[in-house]
């Protein structure tokens, strides 16, 4: 079975202070990795993905994650928080070989101006 | 324009009665998701499929069932032997390899 975990329900941070958003998976093949986003009563937004490749992946409006095998995480980061980044942040896991695409539990991101 | 459709946004059910939701996609997908999210919660997995006339339950496929008779059409029907259905219902779309793209999702209210 595969899972994601993500440790903190919630991350408080300062606007133009680094952010990190923790994810960490688990996945018997070699892991597909999604961060998407999503704001109140909305569906959820695409960030970006590690498929193969370098381990740090580059996404949009400013974000990156590292892929790190050996600890089997997926972090989130920004170099420069806006308070617009506030919203509700899902990390996702698919095996390779299969379609099923799992979630973790979501990290609400508050930033304060 | 191309993307992945739900409808309707807002449902309302009665005890007993069943009730399903659509999802259409428009972006040639091979693979399609159903996904329950409660309030401040994640999003658990109800059923996928990875292609026409196959699908696989989830970690929670019970009190509900879906079809997928059209590769654009993926539609949910929450049975009245789901005891807890309120929720946002979220509908996806990928090609292996990539990233899905999510519909805008359909609240339903038992009443």
């Known amino acids: 079975a595969q899972s994601v975990a993500q440790p903190e329900d919630q991350v408080n941070v300062a606007e133009g202070n680094p952010l990190t958003v923790k994810c960490t998976y688990s996945v018997s093949g070699n892991p597909y990795l999604f961060w998407y986003v999503q704001y109140p009563n909305r569906g959820l937004q695409f960030l970006l993905k590690?498929?193969?490749?370098?381990?740090l992946v580059k996404g949009s409006y400013g974000f990156e994650a590292e892929f790190n095998k050996s600890q089997t995480s997926f972090h989130l980061k920004k170099p420069s928080a806006l308070v617009s980044d506030s919203a509700l942040y899902f990390c996702?896991?698919?095996?390779?070989?299969?379609?099923?695409?799992?979630f973790g539990g979501g990290t609400r991101l508050m930033v304060k101006p | 324009d191309g993307g992945i459709t739900q409808s309707p946004k807002y449902l309302f059910r009665k005890e007993g009665q069943n009730v399903t939701l659509s999802c259409e996609q428009n972006?040639?997908?091979?693979?399609m998701y159903w996904y329950r999210q409660d309030p401040g919660q994640g999003l658990r997995l109800i059923y996928y499929s990875q292609i026409v006339n196959d699908f696989q339950k989830g970690d929670i496929a019970e009190g509900y069932s879906v079809s997928r008779e059209k590769k654009e059409s993926f539609p949910l029907t929450v049975t009245s032997a789901q005891k807890n259905p309120t929720a946002f219902y979220l509908c996806?779309?990928?090609?292996?390899?990539?990233?899905?793209?999510f519909g805008q999702g359909t609240r339903l209210t038992v009443v």
């Open positions: 996806a779309s990928s090609m292996v390899g990539q990233e899905a793209f």
């Open positions: 972006l040639n997908h091979d693979a």
């Open positions: 996702a896991v698919r095996d390779m070989r299969i379609a099923m695409l799992t």
């Open positions: 590690y498929i193969t490749g370098d381990n």
